[in-house]
């Protein structure tokens, strides 16, 4: 159980320097992973980003994920659920392509219209505030991946085992803190879990570290 993001941010990024993990640039999945993040980046001297994905939602039901999709336009598809629900082609490249535009403007919004770094050569770790289903963690990996970084970690400090078995395949090494048998969703973990605003996420980002 964690007090609050903050805390397991400092949880995290002490578990981060005792393994002796080394990179040069930490991306937070906004907004909650901010406040996780901070520290991380803070414990690893490394400079703090952001990668932003969106949930792609099923007709009718935009909160069961049929996939996710970076601002790069990388995406992952939940292919078993796409055929059981018979989605068309058509729904999915429509969905894609708004999802896809509203995480570069996110994007473009958290970094002041910047793009983001050069990622080739370098080793990057994403963070966020926990996973459940990890749908938005596979797409910001592939960005990540695609962007030629020469190792990518995936650290958060807590997430579903069945996710972590999943996401493994996304990264070159997957670091949860907890993978309880009994997760139910990420908020359960916490004391306090409440809404992160845009401001509140981009002010950790302009501090020093």
């Known amino acids: 159980m964690f007090d609050d993001r903050t805390d397991a941010g400092e949880q995290l990024a002490a ?15 906004p907004r909650g992973a ?5 520290p991380v980046a803070d414990a690893l001297d ?3 980003d952001v990668v932003v994905a969106r949930k792609m939602g099923a007709p009718g039901n935009p909160e069961l994920a049929i996939g996710a ?24 490249e429509e969905v894609r392509t708004n999802e896809a535009e509203n995480a570069r403007e996110k994007a473009s919004r958290y ?6 770094p050069s990622l080739e050569g370098q080793r990057v770790v994403v963070v966020d505030d926990g996973v459940a289903t990890g749908a938005t963690a596979r797409a910001c990996l592939r960005q990540v991946r695609d962007a030629d970084a020469t190792f990518v970690a995936l650290a958060v400090p807590v997430a579903s085992p069945r996710s ?4 493994e395949a996304e990264a070159d090494e997957v670091i949860a803190l907890e993978t309880p048998q009994s997760f139910r969703a990420v908020g359960q973990f916490y004391r306090t879990f409440g809404q ?14």
């Open 15 to 29: 578990h981060l320097e005792r393994r002796g993990l080394e990179a040069e640039l930490v991306l937070g999945i």
């Open 34 to 38: 901010l406040p996780v993040a901070r």
């Open 46 to 48: 490394a400079d703090l």
């Open 69 to 92: 999709v970076a601002s790069d336009g990388s995406v992952w598809y939940n292919d078993d659920l796409i055929a059981r629900l018979g989605i068309s082609e058509a729904y999915l």
């Open 111 to 116: 970094r002041d219209g910047a793009d983001l």
């Open 164 to 167: 972590v078995d999943d996401l």
């Open 196 to 209: 992160v605003s845009d401001d509140e996420a981009i002010a950790y980002l302009q501090e020093d570290s």
